[in-house]
Every structure is written in structure tokens, then in C-alpha cells.
């Protein structure tokens, strides 16, 4: 289940959206979740939808990867979509004691579902697979140049959050190799019920603590010796520009945000 997991794993290639500029694709992507949110009915989740089995197909990232990186969230996903089915009054379907099923609150479920995993999918394929780290924290720091004259620490932040992200797959794989070492030497993380799991999951925070720690020592260190100091005389081996594939995909989404707002109205 842990190496399921492939929040912040960058995925080089040469496609369109490989190409895309950063600051770009972080807009899209926005726009991408208004549009999820403000998508009723068929129409406007079928827009959805078609959107982002194009960006899959144009950004040729394996489709086993995606369905693998949904695994872990597979429960949140069924979970909010039960509640909804539970909760949402309307037409009765079934009704069992207290519980009831109606027409309306199925429609909810499966729509809910639906918005929760194209969410996910579309901004990993828009944003972590397709963007290395240096080119997402030069599209933040543009994007949040303007709050500089507020004196916000704009360099820092995009840096954090990009060291952040990174730091996922590196501590996920960290964990895998923790947990498979104790499992070696008897350890059992699978058997008994669900406070016994969580308390054979203990043992492994203080090395992967450790770990963490470690990583980040040597990381500042690194730093350090190839002479950061921030985003003050900071240069920069690719200017980010705007080119005419990045016009036409904003023209694109826009065209897309349109029409899910019109089905919707209408």
C-alpha cells in the first residue's frame, strides 16, 4: 500500500504537457478543480471527464500508475460516497431501520466519486508528474511575485512547499525499507485488530523521525556549500516565457470553464 503512493514522484518526458510553463499548468490546474466543483449532472461531469483523459493520453503517463496512486484513497473515496448515499433525502429507494437509500442520494454518491478521483488524477497529471521541482517552485515564486512588495518571503515559501512535496516519495521509501527490515526480525504490522496495527506502526516513527531529520541536515548542508542564500543576486539557467502552446491551453480551458458553467445554468 505504501509504495502506492506517488504524491510528489516527477515523471520526465518530452510531451505537451511536459512543455506547458509551470506557471501555466498551476492556473490549469485551478481552473480544473472550479470546474469540478461547479460541474452538475451528466454534461457538465462528462466535460470533466473528457478533459482529463486527454491530458493523460497527451501526457503519456501510464495509466497503472494513476489507478495505483488512487489505491490508497480508495477508502476516503467509497467512504464519501456511503454518507452520501445515507444522508441525501429524496426519492426512497431502500429503506432498512433507520438508514435510507434514496434515488438522489446514489446520483450524489457516484458524482462525489467521480469529482474526489478525477481531482486527484487531474492534478497529478497537471502538477507532480509532469513538473519537476525546480520548474514548480520557479512557477510559485512567479505567480506570488506581487506579494514581494508586502515584504512576504514569497522565494522561501514556493522553496518549502516544493522541498515539501518532494520529500513525500523520498520519505514513503524510507518507510517501505524501515518496515521491511522489521518485518525480517519478526515484526508483524498486518495480524490483530485495528489498535494493536496502529501500535506495531510505533516502532518505526523514531527511525523514520530520524531519517527525516538526517535528510534534512544534509540537504541545508548541500545547500549551503553550493552557496544558497535565498532569492537575493538569485539567477536562473531557464528563464521561464510564454509560448504559444501555453496561450492555446489557457484559450482551451477557458473554452471548457464556459461550457460547464452554461450546463450547469442551463
Request: with cysteine; glycine share 4%; aromatic share 8%.
Amino acid at each position: 500500500m505504501i509504495k502506492d503512493i506517488t504524491l510528489g514522484q516527477y515523471f520526465p518526458g518530452e510531451s505537451v504537457i511536459h512543455r506547458i510553463d509551470p506557471r501555466v499548468k498551476i492556473i490549469l490546474t485551478l481552473a480544473y478543480i472550479v470546474m469540478l466543483f461547479v460541474a452538475k449532472g451528466p454534461i457538465g461531469y462528462g466535460i470533466c471527464l473528457a478533459a482529463l483523459i486527454y491530458m493523460i493520453a497527451v501526457s503519456k503517463i501510464s495509466l497503472r500508475i494513476i489507478l495505483r496512486s488512487m489505491k490508497p484513497l480508495l477508502f476516503i473515496i467509497v467512504f464519501t460516497a456511503i454518507l452520501n448515499m445515507f444522508y441525501i433525502p429524496g426519492r426512497i429507494l431502500v429503506e432498512f431501520w433507520i438508514l435510507r437509500i434514496t434515488y438522489e442520494g446514489i446520483e450524489t454518491a457516484i458524482y462525489m466519486a467521480l469529482r474526489i478521483a478525477m481531482l486527484i488524477s487531474g492534478t497529478f497529471v497537471l502538477l507532480t508528474y509532469t513538473t519537476s521541482p525546480i520548474m514548480l517552485t520557479d512557477g510559485i515564486e512567479h505567480l506570488l511575485n506581487p506579494l514581494k512588495k508586502l515584504k512576504f518571503p514569497v522565494h522561501e515559501l514556493a522553496m518549502m512547499m516544493t522541498i515539501a512535496l518532494r520529500f513525500i516519495p523520498t520519505l514513503i521509501e524510507e518507510t517501505d525499507k524501515i518496515m521491511s527490515a522489521q518485518k525480517a526480525r519478526g515484526a508483524d504490522f498486518e495480524s490483530g485488530n485495528l489498535i494493536n496495527r496502529a501500535r506495531a506502526l510505533v516502532p518505526i516513527l523514531v527511525p523514520l523521525f530520524i531519517s527525516a531529520f538526517r535528510r534534512a541536515d544534509e540537504l541545508a548542508v548541500a545547500m549551503e556549500c553550493r552557496c544558497y542564500r535565498g532569492s537575493v543576486g538569485r539567477t536562473r539557467l531557464k528563464v521561464l516565457k510564454m509560448q504559444p502552446l501555453d496561450y492555446i491551453a489557457i484559450c482551451v480551458s477557458l473554452v471548457l470553464c464556459v461550457s460547464i458553467i452554461l450546463s450547469a445554468v442551463m
